[in-house]
């Protein structure tokens, strides 16, 4: 059986993974604010999360995955101040907040499936689990660490005796968690909202009644009455990316584990970013490209998750047309190859171990690929290889055995038209004829492929 090693941002160590039951695993991920769509940075973080469950169910674990959905409460500023992304998304689109939060919760499920991402075993929104969390603010209304203002009920960060430990603000002087602008009252500036109240004298689209007065869930407080209460007060492993570590994560440290005693998340995975011009890809920074601009530059959904894995997790990965494209064409590649090799059979012992190697070792994807072309340039049969390379995609996750089914049945259907322009075309380049080539390569666009030229030949792909 393989041993998962894996970093864990609360120890700052690479360590083995040991579940709290044995063979089974609670994972918690942080879900998508829904007020517009996900960009793919967004993605990177939900496909470094698949590929941590693809590899734990490889190693034969059982895998209960809670992920939510954040549809009211997570504020424009991070300092409890602002709108909500929800109500400001449904001001901009003339709809409800309800109608916003369907509307976007939709677009995400539906390119978690062009993604191959694994759905998760919960998947659950912020607005259905109001009570849970007036319950977590009751509990540690208890334990005397609430305080009310005007503006809502804060939690006293002064009282955590360990607050900060994700990330070692105490070192930092607590200045990570902090803002400069302080909401009015606030006693510290690391203590954080639990319930904010409905402005007075306006209505919100979303807002319940509570103990303390009309309003609103503050955001941290979702995932900690979620994650408890579908995976227990102690779990295995919760991840997000790198943004939520010194603020969101902290603070359902801190509600959690003050309310329950007891340790919260036993591993803390955080995805590094992925850039867009050297900073952050970010939706409030309005830059950012979605699955649908990735189509219109011919890169499938598919390519980009090709794409992630040429970095490791904790690495940061930027963003150029070029590398997706060059991505793009690597997947190409590959699809084209398997769908040339005959039926699986033996595989080869050898590259799985690699692989398998290579993705328990905190999940080194770039090592991962690299076995997967040095199978693919060896020597061994090519049904050993499609073997070895169909067990490789329970963890890569590109969907090989049907994109290449696709592409052979594609194969069977070109036009003896096309099969012809393109035979003039490879005569048109041994003979060094490369203008009357690249018309070819025109014309043969217009009957709706792109042509590639690889290592094994010219290739033809129906344009989508
Ligand atoms: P949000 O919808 O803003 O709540 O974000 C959803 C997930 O995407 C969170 O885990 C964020 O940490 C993550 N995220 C946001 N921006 C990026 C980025 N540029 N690269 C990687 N992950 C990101
Ligand atoms: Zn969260």
Redo the contacts with the bound molecule.
């Keep these: 059986m393989n041993q998962l090693h894996l970093y864990n941002t609360l120890t700052r160590k690479v360590e083995p993974f040991v579940p709290l039951k044995t063979k089974q695993v609670g994972l918690y991920t942080?879900?998508?604010?829904v007020y517009d769509f996900?960009h793919i940075?967004?993605y990177?973080?939900?496909l470094f999360e698949d590929i941590l469950k693809r590899v734990l169910l490889a190693d034969g674990y059982q895998v209960n995955h809670v992920m939510n959905i954040?549809d009211v409460g997570?504020l424009v500023s991070d300092a409890d101040e602002g709108e909500d992304k929800l109500e400001k998304g449904a001001r901009r689109e003339g709809k409800t907040a309800w109608e916003v939060a369907e509307f976007y919760t939709q677009a995400f499920k539906q390119d978690l499936v062009v993604l191959n991402i694994l759905p998760a075993s919960k998947l659950v929104r912020a607005t259905e689990h109001i009570q849970e969390q007036i319950d977590l603010i009751q509990a540690l209304e208890k334990k005397g660490v609430t305080y009310k203002i005007a503006d809502g009920v804060y939690m006293d960060t002064s009282k955590v005796k360990d607050y900060g430990k994700l990330v070692g603000l105490k070192a930092k002087g607590l200045k990570a968690g902090a803002r400069v602008d302080m909401v009015k009252g606030k006693k510290h500036p690391t203590d954080f909202a639990l319930w904010k109240f409905s402005p007075e004298g306006s209505k919100r689209d979303m807002e319940w009644e509570s103990p303390w007065g009309v309003g609103f869930p503050g955001w941290h407080l979702e995932c900690s009455a979620m994650a408890m209460k579908y995976l227990g007060k102690t779990f295995d492993i919760h991840c997000?990316?790198?943004?939520?570590a010194p603020i969101h994560h902290t603070n359902e440290i801190a509600q959690s584990e003050t309310a329950t005693g007891k340790p919260f998340a036993q591993m803390w995975c955080h995805?590094?970013?992925?850039?867009m011009d050297g900073g952050?890809?970010?939706?409030s920074s309005g830059g950012f490209i979605t699955l649908k601009n990735l189509a219109e530059h011919q890169v499938s959904p598919l390519g980009y998750r090709y794409f992630t894995f040429s970095a490791h997790w904790r690495s940061k990965l930027s963003f150029s047309w070029e590398a997706l494209q060059a991505a793009q064409s690597a997947y190409d590649r590959l699809l084209e190859l398997a769908a040339d090799w005959d039926e699986p059979k033996i595989g080869c012992a050898e590259f799985e171990q690699q692989f398998m190697d290579a993705v328990n070792d905190d999940l080194n994807m770039p090592q991962a690929l690299a076995v997967v072309w040095k199978l693919v340039k060896s020597d061994y049969p090519d049904s050993a290889k499609l073997e070895s390379l169909l067990k490789f995609d329970e963890v890569l996750g590109l969907d090989i055995a049907r994109q290449a089914e696709r592409i052979r049945q594609e194969r069977k259907h070109i036009p003896e038209k096309v099969v012809g322009l393109v035979k003039e075309r490879d005569l048109a380049r041994t003979e060094k004829r490369f203008a009357v080539a690249d018309s070819l390569r025109d014309e043969i666009k217009h009957t709706g492929f792109n042509i590639m030229d690889t290592p094994e030949g010219t290739r033809l792909r129906k344009i989508a």
Aim: proline fraction near 4%.
């Design positions: 942080c879900g998508p604010t996900q940075g967004n990177r973080t939900f954040t997570h997000g990316g790198v943004d939520h995805g590094e970013f992925l850039l952050k890809m970010a939706k």
